[in-house]
């Protein structure tokens, strides 16, 4: 009866589920163009993205969102003009608070994080530096920000976001991909002079 039983068992060709799988993900060959506008700041920004300004109640000169469309990523880029000492200006801050909030937002994460990574911006030919958040963990709604300043007149930062659900494991060769863009700005970033640029 035993033997019976496993030579059944061992024939059935039952039905053995299989995990969810993913589309495959095609990634565009690596090509940037030079972002160029009345604003304080320059950079490279790949050419599959579109740059567009950031519309909002809360949105203030300068702001930026770089869309990636085959992705359904987007690259939120604010700027702030820093407080200068004696200076009355309720529309600025010390670059002190726009650090610390530039911190929070990236903690804000820990709940979901496995680990967040920090790298150091220092790039002393271009006056820059800043942070550059890397946060690790599956369900974590925003996987790389960052943040550069020159410490007395420009605050600039960004957080990128996807308009899906967080499921970083089929993200990841584009979060990857992304990143690599978002490297490649922070590396081709300057600050432009007064007189390069007028208020909008």
Same mark, same amino acid.
């Given at each position: 009866?035993?033997?019976?039983?496993?030579?059944?068992?061992?024939?059935?060709?039952?039905?053995?589920p299989?995990?969810?799988?993913?589309?495959?993900?095609?990634?565009?060959?690596?090509?940037?163009?030079?972002?160029?506008?009345?604003?304080?700041f320059?950079?490279?920004?790949?050419?599959?993205?579109?740059?567009? /300004?950031?519309?909002?109640?809360? %949105?203030?000169?300068?702001? &930026?969102?770089?869309?990636f469309? !085959?992705?359904?990523g =987007?690259?939120?880029?604010?700027?702030?003009a820093?407080?200068?000492?004696?200076?009355?200006?309720?529309?600025?801050?010390?670059?002190?608070?726009?650090?610390?909030?530039?911190?929070?937002?990236a903690m804000?994460h820990t709940?979901?994080?496995?680990?967040?990574?920090?790298?150091?911006?220092?790039?002393?030919?271009?006056?820059?530096?800043g942070?550059?958040?890397?946060? /690790?963990?599956?369900?974590?709604? %925003?996987?790389?920000?960052? &943040?550069?300043?020159?410490?007395? !007149?420009?605050?600039? =930062?960004?957080?990128l976001?996807?308009?899906?659900?967080p499921?970083?494991?089929?993200?990841?060769?584009?979060?990857?991909?992304?990143?690599?863009?978002?490297?490649?700005?922070?590396?081709s970033?300057?600050?432009?002079?007064?007189?390069?640029?007028?208020?909008?």
């Amino acid at each position: 009866m035993i033997l019976a039983l496993s030579i059944i068992v061992g024939c059935n060709d039952g039905f053995t589920p299989r995990p969810w799988g993913y589309f495959r993900i095609d990634l565009p060959e690596k090509s940037y163009r030079s972002f160029e506008a009345e604003c304080p700041f320059t950079f490279e920004y790949p050419a599959y993205a579109e740059v567009v /300004k950031h519309k909002s109640e809360t %949105s203030i000169p300068y702001w &930026y969102n770089i869309e990636f469309p !085959d992705f359904g990523g =987007r690259l939120y880029l604010t700027y702030h003009a820093i407080l200068q000492e004696g200076e009355a200006d309720s529309s600025k801050g010390p670059v002190e608070q726009y650090q610390e909030d530039a911190r929070k937002f990236a903690m804000n994460h820990t709940v979901k994080a496995s680990a967040i990574e920090e790298d150091v911006i220092f790039n002393e030919a271009k006056n820059v530096y800043g942070i550059l958040y890397h946060i /690790k963990g599956l369900n974590t709604a %925003s996987s790389v920000q960052f &943040y550069m300043t020159d410490s007395t !007149d420009h605050f600039f =930062r960004g957080a990128l976001y996807f308009d899906v659900a967080p499921r970083n494991d089929s993200l990841a060769p584009v979060i990857d991909f992304i990143r690599e863009d978002v490297v490649k700005l922070i590396e081709s970033f300057q600050w432009k002079s007064s007189a390069d640029y007028a208020s909008e």
